[in-house]
Structure formats: C-alpha cells, structure tokens
C-alpha cells in the first residue's frame, strides 16, 4: 500500500467561513494535480483559529456544517483527494473541537479530547472534551488524528497506538512564541518515539489579533527523527509519500516495516517531495536549524501587524514619528510588512522637540521611501492650557502639562486615523507598558502595537538586526532601514526641558531584566535581589508594574512574542493591594 498526503500549511480568516473554505478547496485541488490521495489542514481551519466566543453562536456553528457538508459532496467525484478538515460540531447539544475525515462521499468524524485552558488558550469556555479518539480507515490505513493538545500529554497518542494506528495527523493552531518550535519538536519526537508510529504536525500560520502563528509543520519518522520542516511565516503545500508492506488489519498491518516501533508496525515515510527536487529518503534526517531569535521575533511582527491590517481592511497605518528608536523600528516593520506607500508617518514638534528629533524622524522615512508630514503642536497645547488656567490658578506646572502634549499628539493622530481610514499602530514598548511610562489616551491611542512585548533593550536589538537583515518577503528596503543616531541617542519623551528617560527609570538593561524576573518569572523580589539588584530598586520596579495594569487593560492589542504577553497570557486584577 501506497498514500501520497499533502500537508496544507494555511492562513485563515477567523469568521470568514467562504474564503476558508475557498482556501482549503484551492489546496485541496493544488495537492490532487500533484497526485496527492489525502490533504490535511490545520485546526479548526472552516472558522479560523482561535475563534473564541464565537463559538456560542449557532449561526457560525452551522454555517461551518454546511460547508463541511458541500466538501463532503465534492469528495464524491472521480479522482477526488480525502480531505482532514477541522471545525466546531455541535452535536447532542455540545460543540465539539473536530477533525473531519471528508472522503468519498462520506465524513468520519474525531473530536478533541485534551482542552488547552491556560495562557492564551481558553477552550474550555467554549468547547466540550471529546471522547479519547479511535483510529479512522483511509484507503487501507489506519490513521489517528489526534488534535493539537491532544500530544502535549501522552495518554491520547498511547491509547491511539494501541488501537494499531499506523500514522498520526495532528492539525495545530500553536501560536508562536521565542523558542516554542523546538519545545513542540520535543514533545512530537516524544510521542512518535513512545508508540513507534510517525507523526505529522500541521500548524496554522498567519495572524490572529494578538497572536501570530508561525507554521513550520513538520513530520517526525517513528524513531522520533525529523524527516521534513515546512517554511515558517508562510503559506505552504507539502506533499509526503508513505508505504506499508500490508493491509491493515484489526491490529494493525500483517508486517511490520524497518520504521516499526516497539509497540507495532507503522506506516513509513518513503520520502518527502520537495518543490523542486526528489523526494527525501526514509531515514535522512531533514536539514534544520533553529530560527535565530530576532528573526524569528521580527518576522512575527511583520506578519502580525500585515495580517491584522489586510484581515480588518485597513488600506494602510498611520504612526507619529519623534526621531527616536521605537517609533523608527515601528515604523521598518510597517514597511516591512505593508510597502512603503501603505505607511503614514506624522511628526508632531513641540517647543521641547529637538532638531536633531526631527532630523532623525524625516531620516527614518527617507530610508523607508515613506511619506512624512509634519504637524506642530504648539498652538493647540497653549489654547488647551489657556482653557485649563483658570482652574489651575495657583497650582505648579507638573505632570499634567507634560501629559497634555501627548494627549495633544494622540488627538491629532487618531483624526488622521478617522479621516483616511488608516490603522493608527501605537510605538510603545514592553518596559514602558510595564512601568506604565506612556500616556493613557495620549501615545498609547492606537489600534495596534508593534512593540508591545518587546522590551526596550530588544528594541535596540532588532533595530540593529534590521540594518543587517533583509525580511524575507517583505516590502521595505534591502539596506539600512533605521537611522544610527536613533540607536545611539539617550532615549527621551522630550514633554520638557533636557529630559531623558533615565530620569525616571533605572537603566533598560537593569530594569528589563528585573521586569523579566516579576513578569515571565514570576519571581518574588528576594529572588531578584539574590541577583544582585538592590532591594530599593526591585520594590519600585514592582509597585510601578502593579499600580499601571489600569494602563495596561486599555491598551491596544499587540503581538505576542514572549510566553507571557500582557493580555490573556496575565491577568492581573486592576485593584491590587499586595506587594513584597
């Protein structure tokens, strides 16, 4: 027996149950021209993932059904490849994560059977457990579609195995964060080793609202080996070539094969095909490397920020521009990930704002190719606070003032937003999101931040990795794309005279390193301060981290980079009296 299957690395649109379906019959019908018998797609590819609430609609729900009902139709003709599609089912009044086995005319049906319920999954909300899932037949095969958090624990794919499974399908919808590829490379080669049957991963890739998914799909050999990756950070159709010397029968093939485990025979992976050449052998392990990491975490916020603009319709983003280095490295990754003609970038000057701050802000978009405008802020500051006098009569110029001019900026920006129908993408960062060093309804006005869990000394990490890297597939420039001085230059908000951000903070590389020890961490601050910080400085670092969630809950939405990402991944309350 012979099976050629398609792996369908897709990007889907949360909601947009027409156009997933219209991408999963164009795959489907790439993969047939190809010779492929059976395609697979990723989890809950008719809806998109990760559809949250809408899943209590019925309306999606059945919407969903009927095109799954339409594929299951056009399974039926002549030389028609099987599909594994996934959906929601709702069923005896449950809906049910499933996988859909559409072949020949009829559907085999398989539910999720482990609910992710903790960082940004929340499955358990919306969903029902399925039962554990038996194997499903396909052209002689026995296969096993476990789903997604289905292999993080290993009782699933063991009572798979010992119903005799050859081969294992595993749609995914992992999103990514730093370093989570080799943690799932880890536990596949974990599961494919333990019951001695091969194992192909399929991952969602795209942007969904704050989460990116990377791809990278991958099948593992039944000795846990890598036999193929599929690219990250794009679309892709991969078409593998598996053999079995026998039927299967009720436990499995009559023979076992030269992949077989110690719990069975399996099915084998004769090769994978690549897009111009032969087919890889059996036992070759596949030629990967790890992503480096700031490639890695700048692709996700190119294809976040292009996938939230193209999925939500904006023809374009509007940001402003200070000269320093979050809005220019926002600015390189609009550009990146939109073209040059797509990005708006606005200089707001105030009497505080430098020469040098402007020089570098027009610098900045000339090596993007992006339009600049410039709009000072002068007169509208000094009519708000003539309007504001009489009321401060008597009171020092402080805080308020400052704040007003960001205030000021964010007005101005969001009526450029109204106006053109532009995105406006906020520049803030991780440290200053943290310590709550951003303006509510001023610099934080936006409807997307790039930055948003980056920290600041990353920041300067990834801007000099631009200067050096081309982004592959992207719109901006082959070259430089953010100026030097802006790298070099004492970071400043310049709301007054000579101000740098130090003179509030301590240094970035000392406050981020103590914010990734309370927030990633999860430490306590005798932890910190065992690693040499003092104990003055972690207790602030703290109580500012604590007294900004308010800040924090209002902020707009922002790619998830880190394993704990403000936002659902925590969840802090706004009210807080504890400290240490």
Same mark, same amino acid.
């Not at 920041?459 to 070259?479: I, M, Q, S, T």
């Given at each position: 027996?012979?099976?050629?299957?398609?792996?369908?690395?897709?990007?889907?649109?949360?909601?947009?149950?027409?156009?997933?379906?219209?991408?999963?019959?164009?795959?489907?019908?790439?993969?047939?021209?190809?010779?492929?018998?059976?395609?697979?797609?990723?989890?809950?590819?008719?809806?998109?993932?990760?559809?949250?609430?809408?899943?209590?609609?019925?309306?999606?729900?059945?919407?969903?059904?009927?095109?799954?009902?339409?594929?299951?139709?056009?399974?039926?003709?002549?030389?028609?490849?099987?599909?594994?599609?996934?959906?929601?089912?709702?069923?005896?009044?449950?809906?049910?994560?499933?996988?859909?086995?559409?072949?020949?005319?009829?559907?085999?049906?398989?539910?999720?059977?482990?609910?992710?319920?903790?960082?940004?999954?929340?499955?358990?909300?919306?969903?029902?457990?399925?039962?554990?899932?038996?194997?499903?037949?396909?052209?002689?095969?026995?296969?096993?579609?476990?789903?997604?958090?289905?292999?993080?624990?290993?009782?699933?794919?063991?009572?798979?195995?010992?119903?005799?499974?050859?081969?294992?399908?595993?749609?995914?919808?992992?999103?990514?964060?730093?370093?989570?590829?080799?943690?799932?490379?880890?536990?596949?080669?974990?599961?494919?080793?333990?019951?001695?049957?091969?194992?192909?991963?399929?991952?969602?890739?795209?942007?969904?609202?704050?989460?990116?998914?990377?791809?990278?799909?991958?099948?593992?050999?039944?000795?846990?080996?890598?036999?193929?990756?599929?690219?990250?950070?794009?679309?892709?159709?991969?078409?593998?070539?598996?053999?079995? =010397?026998?039927?299967? %029968? /009720? @436990? !499995? &093939? *009559? $023979?076992?094969?030269?992949?077989?485990?110690?719990?069975? +025979?399996?099915? #084998?992976? =004769?090769?994978?095909? %690549? /897009? @111009? !050449? &032969? *087919? $890889?052998?059996?036992?070759?392990?596949?030629?990967?490397? +790890?992503?480096? #990491?700031? =490639?890695?975490?700048?692709?996700?916020?190119?294809?976040? $920020?292009?996938?939230?603009?193209?999925?939500?319709?904006? +023809?374009?983003?509007?940001?402003?521009?200070?000269?320093?280095?979050?809005?220019?490295?926002?600015?390189?990754?609009?550009?990146?990930?939109?073209?040059?003609?797509?990005?708006?970038?606005?200089?707001?000057?105030?009497?505080?704002?430098?020469?040098?701050?402007?020089?570098?802000?027009?610098?900045?978009?000339?090596?993007?190719?992006?339009?600049?405008?410039?709009?000072?802020?002068?007169?509208?500051?000094?009519?708000?606070?003539?309007?504001?006098?009489?009321?401060?009569?008597?009171?020092?110029?402080?805080?308020?003032?400052?704040?007003?001019?960001?205030?000021?900026?964010?007005?101005?920006?969001?009526?450029?937003?109204?106006?053109?129908?532009?995105?406006?993408?906020?520049?803030?960062?991780?440290?200053?999101?943290?310590?709550?060093?951003?303006?509510?309804?001023?610099?934080?006005?936006?409807?997307?931040?790039?930055?948003?869990?980056?920290?600041?000394?990353?920041?300067?990490?990834?801007?000099?990795?631009?200067?050096?890297?081309?982004?592959?597939?992207?719109?901006?420039?082959?070259?430089?794309?953010?100026?030097?001085?802006?790298?070099?230059?004492?970071?400043?908000?310049?709301?007054?005279?000579?101000?740098?951000?130090?003179?509030?903070?301590?240094?970035?590389?000392?406050?981020?390193?103590?914010?990734?020890?309370?927030?990633?961490?999860?430490?306590?601050?005798?932890?910190?301060?065992?690693?040499?910080?003092?104990?003055?400085?972690?207790?602030?670092?703290?109580?500012?981290?604590?007294?900004?969630?308010?800040?924090?809950?209002?902020?707009?939405?922002?790619?998830?980079?880190?394993?704990?990402?403000?936002?659902?991944?925590?969840?802090?309350?706004?009210?807080?009296?504890?400290?240490?």
């Amino acid at each position: 027996m012979t099976l050629t299957i398609a792996f369908a690395q897709v990007n889907p649109t949360v909601g947009d149950i027409a156009g997933n379906t219209a991408l999963v019959r164009r795959m489907r019908d790439d993969a047939a021209a190809q010779g492929a018998d059976l395609v697979v797609f990723s989890e809950l590819v008719l809806v998109g993932y990760p559809p949250e609430d809408l899943v209590l609609r019925p309306a999606l729900v059945e919407a969903a059904a009927d095109a799954l009902r339409a594929l299951q139709r056009e399974s039926a003709a002549a030389g028609a490849p099987g599909i594994v599609v996934t959906l929601p089912w709702k069923e005896n009044g449950r809906v049910r994560n499933a996988a859909a086995l559409v072949a020949d005319g009829r559907i085999d049906l398989r539910f999720k059977h482990e609910l992710p319920n903790y960082g940004v999954f929340d499955e358990k909300r919306v969903f029902e457990p399925g039962p554990l899932p038996e194997p499903v037949m396909f052209r002689d095969a026995s296969i096993g579609i476990p789903i997604c958090e289905d292999i993080w624990l290993d009782h699933v794919t063991a009572h798979l195995a010992r119903r005799g499974v050859q081969l294992m399908l595993v749609p995914n919808g992992s999103p990514f964060e730093v370093d989570k590829f080799e943690h799932r490379l880890e536990l596949a080669r974990a599961r494919a080793s333990e019951t001695g049957v091969p194992l192909a991963y399929i991952n969602q890739v795209g942007g969904q609202d704050e989460l990116v998914f990377d791809g990278g799909s991958f099948v593992i050999n039944a000795d846990g080996s890598l036999a193929s990756v599929m690219p990250f950070w794009r679309e892709a159709l991969t078409l593998t070539h598996w053999t079995c =010397d026998a039927p299967a %029968g /009720p @436990k !499995g &093939p *009559a $023979l076992r094969t030269d992949l077989a485990g110690p719990k069975g +025979p399996a099915l #084998r992976t =004769d090769g994978v095909a %690549g /897009p @111009k !050449g &032969p *087919a $890889l052998p059996c036992r070759e392990t596949a030629h990967w490397s +790890p992503q480096p #990491r700031l =490639d890695a975490i700048y692709n996700a916020m190119v294809l976040g $920020l292009r996938d939230y603009a193209r999925k939500n319709r904006f +023809p374009g983003v509007v940001l402003g521009m200070s000269g320093g280095i979050d809005s220019a490295l926002t600015a390189a990754v609009a550009v990146d990930a939109l073209g040059a003609a797509h990005v708006r970038g606005v200089r707001l000057p105030s009497r505080f704002t430098s020469k040098a701050s402007l020089d570098d802000a027009a610098e900045s978009a000339r090596m993007l190719g992006m339009r600049l405008d410039t709009v000072p802020i002068e007169s509208p500051v000094a009519a708000t606070e003539a309007t504001l006098a009489p009321l401060f009569e008597g009171r020092a110029r402080d805080v308020t003032e400052e704040n007003l001019q960001a205030r000021i900026r964010g007005v101005l920006l969001m009526a450029l937003s109204n106006k053109f129908g532009d995105l406006l993408v906020t520049t803030g960062n991780k440290s200053e999101m943290s310590v709550g060093y951003a303006t509510l309804y001023g610099d934080m006005c936006g409807g997307y931040s790039v930055l948003k869990d980056i920290y600041k000394t990353e920041v300067y990490a990834l801007a000099r990795w631009r200067n050096e890297h081309v982004v592959d597939g992207g719109c901006g420039p082959r070259g430089r794309a953010i100026p030097e001085s802006s790298i070099t230059k004492a970071p400043t908000a310049e709301l007054r005279p000579n101000q740098t951000d130090q003179d509030s903070l301590p240094p970035y590389e000392e406050l981020d390193a103590i914010l990734h020890g309370l927030v990633e961490e999860e430490l306590s601050v005798a932890q910190i301060v065992s690693r040499g910080f003092a104990r003055e400085t972690v207790t602030r670092v703290q109580r500012l981290l604590y007294s900004a969630e308010y800040k924090r809950r209002q902020a707009p939405p922002g790619v998830k980079i880190t394993r704990k990402s403000f936002g659902r991944d925590r969840r802090y309350p706004l009210t807080n009296a504890f400290r240490e």
